[in-house]
Each structure stands twice: as C-alpha cells, then as structure tokens.
C-alpha cells in the first residue's frame, strides 16, 4: 500500500535528496504469536476485532531505539489535521507514525506509547494507512528544500486561510472560453490585485467557513 505512494513524485524526490527518510515496517515482525497473529476478539464483545497492544509496544520501543520520536497514531477520534500541525510536525527530527486496522487499537496504546491521535477527516476509511501517507505527503513538502523555489511560494494563499485564485494556461481561447483579460495584460500589479480579490471571493462562494475565523 505503501510503497507507490512513497516512490512517487515529490515523496521520491525528498528522499532521493535524503530530505527525508521514511521506513515502513509490518506489525507482524513483532508478533509473539506463533500464526503472527496481531489482532484479536473485543473483551466485551461487539463485531469486528482489535489490534492487540504488544505487537505495537514492542515495534515503537525497537523503532525508537535511542531515538526522541514523537509517536501519533491515526485513528478517527483523533485531533483533525490542519496546516498548522503539519507545520509544527515538520519541524520535529523523528515522527513514528502508527495506523490502526479493524475495529480499532487496544486502548492501553493509546494510553502508554501514544503521544497524540490523528484524523484526516470526518469520513470512514478501512485504516489509518492512507491517513498516515496523507500526513506524510503534507509533512513532507514543509522540510526546507524538498519544494523547488517555484513550488514554494504558492504556499501563501493556504496561509492566508483563504482558497486559491483560479488559474489558467494556454491556449488563450478554449472553446470559446476566454482567459481574463488582465492575465494577459502583462500589469503585474493588476495581475495581483485580482487573483487576491478572486481568492477572497471564491472563499467566499466555496468556503464560508475559511473567513468567518
Ligand atoms: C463505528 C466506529 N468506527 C469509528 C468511526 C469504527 C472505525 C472506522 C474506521 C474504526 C477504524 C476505522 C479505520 N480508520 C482509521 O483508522 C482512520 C481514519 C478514518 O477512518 N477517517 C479519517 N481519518 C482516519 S485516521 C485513521
């Protein structure tokens, strides 16, 4: 699952240059148990099954080694992701990222080897793979230097809270539909004043929300 996310595009590049070192490792390596079994039935009862402690606590504490890691596990009662914490986690030197399966993880994790909890986002996924490559990936492009110069600067609109400026390229005409005049004017400042009014307007029709806080 991993893997194609990982060696692809701007994840690739960031550890070719060694931006970045991001290691995947299987639960199973750790299990005690003879048919590497690493989930097991809910006390209690209920359907589906849990992901049983020792598998996790043995993998984070050979992972960790010697190592200061910050240690989240994706789970849908997480804190929801923001730009602003993947900003804070970019900067951190080791991230162990642990993705539930199933029904969920036995609590005593969350409570003994867990630092904090993340959710990508009020919907229901199978696990918290995706999720961890979605933090990844956003992560991942705020280290110094993984984004070429050009890419860098197009952080500014998310910063701002407010949604993109619509953009276009050639040809000038597509079917009939027509470029804006003023992007093609070669007025920088022209070209400026009306991506930012469009980013605000298009906030405004797309995303309320963004400007009420
Ligand atoms: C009926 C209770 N469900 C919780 C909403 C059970 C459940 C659903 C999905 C338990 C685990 C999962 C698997 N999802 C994740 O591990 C997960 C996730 C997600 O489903 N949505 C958004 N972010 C995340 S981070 C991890």
């Known amino acids: 699952m ?27 390596t750790y299990t005690k148990d003879k048919h590497k079994k690493v989930d097991d039935r809910p006390f209690g009862g209920g359907p589906g099954m849990v992901m049983m402690a020792q598998p996790i606590f043995d993998a984070v504490r050979k992972i960790k080694g010697r190592r200061d890691a910050k240690v989240i596990l994706l789970c849908p009662a997480g804190t929801p992701l923001t ?13 162990i990222l642990v993705c539930g399966h199933y029904e969920g993880v036995d609590h005593r994790v969350e ?37 070429g110069d050009s890419e860098s600067l197009t ?20 079917r009939g539909k027509k470029v804006p005049n003023v992007l093609l004017s070669g007025n920088h400042d022209a070209v400026k004043k009306w991506r930012s009014e469009q980013a605000i307007v298009r906030t405004g029709k ?8």
């Open 2 to 28: 991993f893997s194609p996310i990982l060696g692809a595009s701007m994840l690739k590049r960031a550890q070719a240059k060694k931006k970045v070192t991001i290691k995947v490792h299987d639960l199973r």
């Open 83 to 95: 730009q602003r914490k993947a900003r804070s986690l970019a900067k951190l030197k080791n991230l």
């Open 111 to 147: 409570t003994d080897v867990i630092d904090e909890t993340i959710s990508i986002g009020d919907y229901v996924l199978t696990g918290g793979e995706l999720p961890a490559m979605v933090l990844v990936d956003c992560v991942t492009r705020l280290i110094p230097g993984v984004l």
């Open 155 to 174: 952080e500014e609109s998310f910063e701002a809270n407010l949604l993109d400026y619509p953009h276009y390229t050639r040809p000038a005409n597509f």
């Open 206 to 213: 797309k995303r309320p929300d963004l400007l009420k806080s």
